[in-house]
């Protein structure tokens, strides 16, 4: 049990959803959102869309549709400062939820932050969690328009800088008119668009999020800090950008590994809102209470890892500059160290030859010695699989025992075999054991 979460909920009993504003400076659109946690910590965090060649007409165009969206956002926002306490009352002032909009809300706060829960040894249940109140005489979220995007021949792709995003754009871009879209640029994500053809920034739709540098502040202070549900982040942004380009298609890199949960046996999946399960529930909730405003899907839903490393392995163009490890991100390389790292390693490695691997992530992963625990992790040999966006268990051993004869003579490969052996030869006892005399 933590006790910093009881003692933090007892003297910030209430997180306040203050407002908002919006409006177009220079040609783009910008948000700013307004947080506060009783009467002396207050956040304010800043974005800015920039649509680019896509910005509508905004002399013509009402930004009163906006309004609803831009609430949602705030919606979202919000976890990453209401985090730091977990207060047990959230109050929303800007407009109110309906009590199925609640529970959907609170469905997503508990499950997208399993994680944080778990790292940081809180123990609650859903229900005493947290609960919204909403001033009296507050206007309904759902009575507001809500502009809804048409079909065309367009579809917003989300770069993230990793193979699947690769994958999804050169997939849809044989038939349709792909518009990429990327949150705080960075090395692989510019570079990644680049070849794929995308040489002006003004062809991108980009979103600049600031964090308040408060809450980096409380966080410095002991605050509660973890991961927070990013990919709902995106869902909800998703929306705004339809209704500022009026392309109604945006189209996600999930794969269904994303569906197992990182403790097996739980409900904690650190890939909870690249879940079928939210994405499911996300596109329910935009239908029902934002006016079917957008289709949000994952191209990429139908395909496990190794069906999506074969087909990225098809465009060599992109292995010099594609990008997944956040370790390494801010210096735009592969730190080499990390459960991404590995796992992108093992994934590709059926597919790549290995001397092109060495030089792509630096050196031999799958020969460092350093890299045991996290491979085990990866592999099932542990229980535990690491807390990042990494395939299924299974997928891991599939990629493994495909490279088993050729990659055999190096250090993880040969762990992997003997512990592989020790757990056949357990197993076997243990039935020998059990069996009826």
Same mark, same amino acid.
């Given at each position: 049990?933590?006790?910093?979460?009881?003692?933090?909920?007892?003297?910030?009993?209430?997180?306040?959803?203050?407002?908002?504003?919006?409006?177009?400076?220079?040609?783009?659109?910008?948000?700013?959102?307004?947080?506060?946690?009783?009467?002396?910590?207050?956040?304010?965090?800043?974005?800015?869309?920039?649509?680019?060649?896509?910005?509508?007409?905004?002399?013509?165009?009402?930004?009163?549709?906006?309004?609803?969206?831009?609430?949602?956002?705030?919606?979202?926002?919000?976890?990453?400062? &209401?985090?730091?306490?977990?207060?047990?009352?959230?109050?929303?002032?800007?407009?109110?939820?309906?009590?199925?909009?609640?529970? &959907?809300?609170?469905?997503?706060? &508990?499950?997208?932050?399993?994680?944080?829960?778990?790292?940081?040894?809180?123990?609650?249940?859903?229900?005493?969690? !947290?609960?919204?109140?909403?001033?009296?005489?507050?206007?309904?979220?759902?009575?507001?328009?809500?502009?809804?995007?048409?079909?065309?021949?367009?579809?917003?792709?989300?770069?993230?800088?990793?193979?699947?995003?690769?994958?999804?754009?050169?997939?849809?871009?044989?038939?349709?008119?792909?518009?990429?879209?990327?949150?705080?640029?960075?090395?692989?994500?510019?570079?990644?668009?680049?070849?794929?053809?995308?040489?002006?920034?003004?062809?991108?739709?980009?979103?600049?999020?600031?964090?308040?540098?408060? !809450?980096?502040?409380?966080?410095?202070?002991?605050? !509660?800090?973890?991961?927070?549900?990013?990919?709902?982040?995106?869902?909800?942004?998703?929306?705004?950008?339809?209704?500022?380009?009026?392309?109604?298609?945006?189209?996600?890199?999930?794969?269904?590994?994303?569906?197992?949960?990182?403790?097996?046996?739980?409900?904690?999946?650190?890939?909870?809102?690249?879940?079928?399960?939210?994405?499911?529930?996300?596109?329910?909730?935009?239908?029902?209470?934002?006016?079917?405003?957008?289709?949000?899907?994952?191209?990429?839903?139908?395909?496990?890892?190794?069906?999506?490393?074969?087909?990225?392995?098809?465009?060599?163009?992109?292995?010099?500059?594609?990008?997944?490890?956040?370790?390494?991100?801010?210096?735009?390389?592969?730190?080499?160290?990390?459960?991404?790292?590995?796992?992108?390693?093992?994934?590709?490695?059926?597919?790549?030859?290995?001397?092109?691997?060495?030089?792509?992530?630096?050196?031999?992963?799958?020969?460092?010695?350093?890299?045991?625990?996290?491979?085990?992790?990866?592999?099932?040999?542990?229980?535990?699989?690491?807390?990042?966006?990494?395939?299924?268990?299974?997928?891991?051993?599939?990629?493994?025992?495909?490279?088993?004869?050729?990659?055999?003579?190096?250090?993880?490969?040969?762990?992997?075999?003997?512990?592989?052996?020790?757990?056949?030869?357990?197993?076997?006892?243990?039935?020998?054991?059990?069996?009826?005399?």
């Amino acid at each position: 049990m933590n006790a910093k979460f009881d003692d933090l909920r007892e003297k910030h009993p209430v997180f306040t959803y203050e407002g908002y504003q919006y409006g177009i400076e220079n040609g783009d659109l910008h948000l700013v959102f307004h947080f506060s946690i009783g009467e002396g910590i207050k956040f304010s965090p800043k974005m800015v869309l920039s649509a680019g060649e896509h910005t509508p007409d905004w002399n013509s165009f009402d930004l009163k549709q906006l309004e609803g969206m831009v609430f949602h956002i705030g919606m979202i926002e919000l976890i990453s400062y &209401w985090k730091c306490t977990c207060s047990p009352t959230i109050v929303v002032k800007p407009y109110s939820l309906t009590e199925d909009q609640q529970w &959907w809300w609170r469905k997503l706060y &508990w499950y997208g932050l399993g994680e944080f829960m778990y790292k940081n040894s809180i123990e609650t249940d859903h229900l005493q969690f !947290l609960d919204f109140v909403f001033p009296v005489g507050t206007k309904a979220s759902s009575s507001l328009p809500y502009p809804k995007a048409q079909d065309t021949d367009s579809v917003i792709v989300p770069i993230g800088g990793g193979k699947d995003s690769v994958v999804t754009l050169e997939d849809l871009r044989r038939t349709r008119k792909v518009v990429p879209f990327i949150i705080n640029p960075r090395g692989a994500t510019l570079d990644c668009a680049r070849v794929a053809g995308f040489d002006r920034e003004d062809q991108i739709l980009v979103l600049h999020r600031q964090i308040d540098p408060k !809450l980096l502040e409380l966080n410095a202070q002991g605050f !509660l800090n973890g991961h927070t549900p990013f990919s709902a982040m995106l869902a909800f942004y998703s929306v705004l950008l339809s209704a500022v380009t009026g392309i109604r298609d945006v189209a996600l890199s999930n794969e269904s590994s994303a569906n197992e949960p990182t403790i097996p046996g739980t409900y904690i999946n650190h890939q909870y809102s690249k879940s079928l399960e939210f994405e499911t529930d996300f596109r329910d909730y935009v239908h029902d209470w934002m006016g079917d405003s957008n289709h949000y899907y994952s191209h990429l839903r139908p395909l496990n890892e190794l069906q999506i490393a074969e087909r990225f392995a098809q465009y060599p163009q992109y292995f010099p500059v594609f990008k997944s490890c956040n370790v390494g991100s801010k210096e735009n390389k592969w730190c080499g160290h990390c459960p991404k790292c590995l796992f992108a390693y093992i994934i590709l490695s059926p597919f790549i030859p290995d001397a092109k691997l060495q030089e792509i992530f630096g050196h031999d992963l799958l020969d460092d010695a350093t890299l045991e625990q996290t491979f085990d992790e990866l592999s099932g040999l542990s229980k535990i699989k690491p807390f990042e966006c990494v395939g299924t268990v299974r997928e891991v051993n599939e990629a493994l025992r495909r490279i088993c004869n050729t990659h055999g003579d190096k250090y993880l490969l040969k762990h992997y075999i003997n512990a592989t052996l020790a757990q056949m030869e357990d197993d076997m006892l243990e039935e020998y054991y059990n069996m009826a005399p």
